[in-house]
């Protein structure tokens, strides 16, 4: 035996072909192979690399016994895992084959092998029993025939072939019917007469052999007694009946009818039947014979999917002695119903399905069934609902679910499909098999927001840390795609100044404001400055977690509301050191009346002239207050004197002007405390201390005339001259004015010559000279008392450090407004350049300037 089976798998390495025939490969194995055998190198047959089929899970889907065959996940070969018993599988079907579905991975394929299981002679002939009965009558003559049950042997072809030998003996020997038809049909033939009185009883052994190699063999004895007597055995008008039932048929049917007659005589010619044997076995307990009638009922179930056709066979006996017996066969043909409905198995579900899976993404395998034959077993399959799914044929019986339309998580995340089948028969039997197929999330949506631009309102001196407001982006994508951060986008900022010019002194808004990156919510980073900042616009930006990330903008404009946080600030009177370019305008208004100035201690000093009459313009009164609106609406009062006093001061416009004629009974000098309020809530003020002067009208004149001849002076030497006309009491002011009138015509002759040197260097200077260097860094400053003008016809090249050319400064001329028309309205309502200084935006430059043209530069410190 053991050489047997090395022979058998040397057939098999020898043997074992393999076909690729539209997408199938066949292999071979002789049953009772060894487990372990290798059937065949799968992967290399079905076209995959070297380490590709571990890589892409080159897997058999297991169905009930096809777990006895296995793939190598190292080396991809087909590798028997337990023994194949063929008789066992497939019974006495040839050939015997397995149906074997290979599935790989990345892409999802399926391949479908067919396994042929070889039969070898490991079954011996068996005969339904170890010893069979017969009597003979004597007066038997030779050539008589008695039918003998063949054995039957579980193999197939060469194998399952049988030839029967007989013991030696001289009365008896063997007729084998060979049909293709039907079964062979096996005689016991008598040779010669037989003579009970010599011979009573025959021994005879009955050999079967099959066709293998080595043989094997199966015996059974034959007792056979010689009777006396009744010599003519029961006939049957038919050998062979062949009927046909239908599948359902109920318990009780008439199946078919036989008939056999004796003509013996007496209880020799009673007949009785009865069944001898039933192929296969398991129909001995689904029919029943009437002994007397030879009616055969069905007693039990057919199943066309189970046993297609019976053989019964049906013995006569009469009544004789001894009895004499006739056969016959029944043939019966199983017919099919619809009767059993289709069958949908799920053989492979690859869920979730990415949202942006490409069109004919194989979903899921399925596998489809029906036991029924012919039209009854065609069956037809079809997906619902018919979108986003279809099924595609891959094999017989083999289905893919694919995918035929684009999926949108966000629409639908989850389908119920349901795959139904149909057969063909009438009436037609369905089944169907629900599948549950999630759609999994991609990074396919942008953060939103509800808005394209929000509007927040924000009052000044806020407290650090204060919420601004809350920003909220909608991302429909799921888990990390869809989890929302936030922040500020550097590159969105602009502010605008108290100055009013977008970006001056432009600082990023990150310094300002803060975004929390998860709930959206916009926090105070300092105190906001109406005076510094009044409008800040940023842009927010949301980002989601995916995989790229996506991101979505959204524009918030930020309005410092204003507070009343800044008091009046008193300003230099016209003519003062701090105001070199509106003295003359100044002292031109004052006219004859007086003239202002600043003493060391910071009491405001004017002059006025004795029999001046009421209304008389005096000084005014100059005060700037940072906020806006109301709260920079200031107006006037005079706190002391109270009364009726000489003086009197405008509401609005800060004018102190004569109440009425003043005369020597006001005495040489008025002290007069003024106080300076807003229009905020609450109210904030300023005093400011004012010492008019009363003099001869001649030194008034001489007054006024000094002050408007110091306008043209610098800033230096005007103040100096201010204040010393401050201490000069009125009998000193017309020699220090003759003095300082001097001064000041020198020092503005030689600031001319000097510039008009340095501008001729300039000039005619070869254009490769460095005409600046590095030095410290230089504010430049625009206000709104001039605007800084662009002028190409002032431009000039100079040479950084590094020794390239720039023509990236560029000098500008001052743009003062307009004089203002004459009259106490233009007054009050026009600003004054001094009462802007305030608010002068400085850019900072990293040069020196050595040398420029005679033009107003104003150079301003770092605030």
């Known amino acids: 035996m053991g050489e047997r089976r090395c022979a058998l798998v040397r057939v098999l390495v020898l043997q074992a072909a393999w076909a690729v025939s539209g997408g199938q490969v066949r292999y071979s194995v002789p049953e009772e192979a ?6 065949g190198r799968l992967a290399q047959d079905l076209g995959l690399e070297a380490g590709e089929a571990e890589a892409r899970r080159l897997r058999l889907v297991a169905q009930g016994r096809r777990a006895s065959v296995e793939v190598s996940g ?18 006495k079907s040839a050939p015997c084959a397995l149906r074997l579905e290979v599935l790989v991975e990345r892409p999802l394929r399926v391949f479908h092998v067919e396994l042929e299981v070889t039969d070898i002679n490991d079954n011996a002939p068996v005969f339904p029993a170890a010893r069979k009965n017969l009597s003979l009558s004597e007066n038997s003559p030779p050539g008589f025939r008695f039918p003998l049950e063949g054995a039957s042997d579980a193999d197939i072809g060469v194998n399952a072939q049988l030839t029967y030998t007989l013991s030696p003996s001289e009365h008896f020997s063997l007729d084998l019917h060979r ?5 062979e049909s096996l005689f016991l033939v008598l040779t010669k007469s037989l003579d009970r009185e010599t011979i009573p009883v025959h021994r005879l052994v009955l050999t079967a052999s099959d066709g293998g190699r080595p043989s094997l063999t199966g015996t059974m004895e034959l007792l056979i007694s010689v009777l006396d007597a009744n010599d003519n055995p029961p006939q049957f008008n038919q050998s062979v009946y062949k009927v046909q039932l ?3 048929a109920t318990e009780g049917t008439l199946v078919a009818r036989v008939n056999a007659t004796d003509p013996d005589l007496g209880s020799n010619g009673e007949v009785t039947f009865s069944v001898s044997n039933t192929f296969p076995e398991k129909g001995k307990n689904i029919f029943h014979l009437n002994a007397t009638t030879g009616e055969l009922h069905l007693a039990g179930s057919v199943d066309y999917e189970d046993i297609r056709s019976y053989e019964i066979q049906i013995e006569a006996t009469d009544k004789g002695t001894p009895p004499l017996s006739g056969h016959c066969k029944v043939v019966l043909e199983v017919l099919d119903v619809n009767d059993n409905a289709p069958e949908v198995w799920v053989t492979s579900l690859s869920v979730p399905v990415s949202e942006d899976a490409s ?9 489809v069934s029906d036991r029924d034959s012919g039209a009854n077993g065609r069956v037809r399959c079809w997906v619902w609902p018919a979108s986003p799914f279809g099924l595609e044929a891959t094999f017989a019986g083999s289905y893919s679910l694919v995918l035929r339309e684009a999926l949108d998580r966000e629409r639908v995340s989850e389908y119920e499909v349901e795959v139904r089948a149909e057969d063909g028969g009438a009436p037609s039997l369905r089944a169907s098999r629900g599948l549950r197929v999630p759609v999994s999330d991609v990074n396919d949506n942008a953060p939103a927001f509800a808005q394209a631009v929000y509007t927040v309102l924000a009052r000044e001196n806020n407290a650090a840390g204060a919420e601004l407001a809350r920003l909220w982006a909608r991302d429909p994508d799921e888990a990390g795609n869809g989890r929302v951060s936030y922040s500020v986008w550097e590159g969105g900022a602009a502010a605008v100044s108290a100055s009013g010019a977008a970006g001056g002194g432009w600082r990023p808004a990150s310094s300002y404001v803060s975004v929390d990156a998860e709930s959206g919510r916009v926090w105070a980073l300092q105190p906001l400055d109406y005076e510094e900042l009044q409008v800040l616009q940023f842009e927010v930006r949301a980002v989601d977690a995916g995989e790229p990330p996506l991101c979505g903008n959204a524009t918030v404009q930020l309005f410092v509301l204003d507070e009343n946080d800044n008091a009046p600030a008193l300003l230099p ?25 600043v003493s060391g201690s910071g009491t405001l000093w004017a002059w006025a002239a004795w029999g001046a009459p009421a209304g008389q313009v005096v000084a005014k009164i100059r005060a700037v207050d940072a906020d806006s609106g109301y709260n920079a609406w200031l107006r006037y009062e005079l706190w002391e004197p109270r009364g009726k006093g000489p003086f009197r001061v405008g509401l609005y416009s800060g004018e102190v002007s004569t109440a009425r004629a003043l005369d020597e009974a006001d005495g040489p000098r008025q002290r007069l405390l003024i106080v300076v309020r807003d229009h905020g809530e609450p109210a904030r ?48 002011a017309s020699a220090a004015t003759n003095v300082w009138l001097v001064v000041a015509i020198c020092a503005v002759s030689s600031l001319f010559l000097l510039a008009v040197v340095l501008y001729g260097a300039s000039r005619w200077a070869p254009r490769a000279a460095v005409l600046s260097g590095p030095g410290p860094t230089t504010l430049v400053c625009a206000s709104e008392v001039g605007s800084w003008s662009y002028s190409q016809r002032h431009s000039r090249s100079l040479c950084v450090a590094d020794g390239a050319g720039k023509s990236d400064l560029m000098v500008f001329s001052p743009n003062f407004p307009p004089p203002p028309p004459p009259g106490p309205a233009a007054k009050d309502t026009q600003p004054e350049p001094s009462a802007l200084l305030d608010t002068v935006s400085c850019l900072p430059l990293p040069i020196s300037i050595y040398s420029l043209p005679i033009l107003p530069l104003l150079v301003c410190s770092e605030q």
Do not use: F, H, I, W
């Open 179 to 183: 049909s293709e038809e039907y079964r």
């Open 34 to 39: 060894k487990a372990g055998t290798v059937l």
């Open 246 to 248: 239908l599948e359902n």
């Open 74 to 91: 190292a080396s991809g070969a087909l590798v028997l895992s337990s023994r194949l018993d063929r008789e066992e599988l497939c019974g």
């Open 685 to 732: 003020s300023a005093t400011a201390t004012l010492s008019v002067s009363l003099v001869e009208a001649a030194e008034v004149a001489l007054a006024a005339g000094s002050s408007s001849s110091l306008s043209s002076l610098s800033s230096l030497s005007l103040s100096r001259a201010a204040g010393a006309g401050a201490e000069l009491g009125p009998g000193a």
């Open 573 to 597: 009177p016209a003519g003062s050191a701090a105001e070199a370019g509106g003295v003359a305008g100044e002292a031109a208004e004052l006219g004859a009346a007086g003239a202002g100035a």
């Open 359 to 367: 069109l004919g993404t194989v979903v899921a395998l399925l596998s």
